[in-house]
């Protein structure tokens, strides 16, 4: 073989090198953007179900202005929902209570309404009785009713109905003030931290997309962009969904009044507003909950692609920043019509 012969050979085999190197690439491109999408959309169907089966039944056991509160995130965040815990009640065991009570869940707030220091009561206790953080009288931290001898608060960690320390939340039944976190409970009294208004209240389910803010960021979590929740029962913002980069709602009034949606402004009552004020869950018939989810990792290529970047959902505007692109991006909505109506 001749010198011309050799190097035409060596030509030949770099292109055919080079178009196979170059197929490999794009497949394997192709292959990773089809597993981030599937991905994408298993997850959602997660996240939808666990927020269609606690919306659906929000209203259960409690007064229907206490069913549920949607904390609008504005055109740069994600909102935020609380859900009374419909799990506090058992129907077989806790039917007693149902019989008895219009709000069977809930707590009467005797003194301290408006402030961060709230005096409780069960309604259904009599004045002997100081058990009155547990709601559904399943015996748990009791003194004189079920009689433990432990202290009302929960300072055994056996899952009391209401639970300082957790990251748990409350609601209320009233307009204003309607939520709130506890921060301690002492026998009949439970400290917020924040004013909580009304005469009821109830132990409260906390959904929040995590981006890095204190509200949804535990301390020391390496893990962002996901969806938490927290409750009575756990340590407080459990990671539920992963490559969730927003949770927006919208909902209409029984006078047939969008809030939420795109092109709303402020607060109060009728057409236009991003959120209800006073709030009242018993007048809305439909929620449209809308989650976006991104893929797990980023495409270089299409960083500068806006198609990749987060897209506009409801009143939160699209996603331009150098965080937000990159991503193959999904939003999936649901129509849910609530029970408490």
């Known amino acids: 073989m001749t010198l011309v012969e050799l190097m035409v050979s060596i ?7 080079a178009a196979a190197v170059g197929i490999f690439t794009a497949q394997h491109r192709n292959y990773a953007r089809d597993r981030s999408e599937k991905e994408v959309a298993q997850d959602a169907g997660d996240v939808l179900r666990l927020l269609q089966r606690d919306l659906m039944e929000a209203g259960w056991s409690v007064n229907p202005t206490m069913a549920f509160y949607i904390q609008d995130g ?30 069977a869940a809930c707590l009467s707030i005797v003194s301290g309404s408006g402030t961060t220091t709230l005096t409780v009561a069960d309604p259904l206790n009599d004045a002997s009785c100081t058990d009155d953080l547990d709601i559904d009288g399943d015996g748990v931290d009791t003194d ?18 209401v639970v300082g320390g957790v990251y748990q939340f409350v609601i209320s039944d ?18 917020t931290a924040g004013p909580l208004s009304g005469t009821f209240l109830a132990p ?33 913002r459990q990671v539920v969904a992963a490559n969730v980069a927003g949770l927006q709602v919208a909902y209409q009034d029984d006078a047939g009044n969008w809030y939420g949606a795109a092109g709303c402004a402020g607060v ?26 991104r893929s797990p990792t980023r495409d270089r290529d299409r960083l500068n692609d ?17 965080a937000d692109c990159g991503y193959l991006y999904r939003t999936y909505t649901v129509l849910i019509h609530p029970r408490n109506t």
């Open 11 to 17: 030509a030949i085999t770099g292109v055919v090198m």
């Open 74 to 103: 504005g055109a740069n965040g994600s909102d935020r929902l609380y859900v009374n815990d419909v799990d506090l009640l058992d129907p077989v065991a806790g039917a007693a209570r149902l019989m008895d009570s219009q709000c």
């Open 144 to 161: 004189s009713c079920g009689g433990d001898g432990l202290p009302d608060a929960d300072s055994d960690g056996d899952g009391a109905d």
């Open 174 to 191: 009233s307009g204003t003030n309607k939520v709130a976190r506890v921060t301690s409970t002492s026998g009949l009294q439970v400290n």
């Open 204 to 236: 409260a389910l906390y959904y929040c997309v995590d981006d890095g803010n204190a509200d949804c960021h535990p301390a020391g979590s390496p893990e962002v962009f996901v969806l938490r929740r927290s409750d009575r029962s756990t340590g407080g």
């Open 268 to 293: 109060g009552v009728g057409g236009g507003f991003c959120e209800m004020s006073p709030f009242d869950p018993s007048r809305i018939q439909v929620l449209r909950v809308s989650v976006v989810l």
């Open 306 to 322: 806006p198609s990749f970047c987060r897209p506009a959902v409801e009143n939160r505007t699209a996603g331009g920043a150098a």
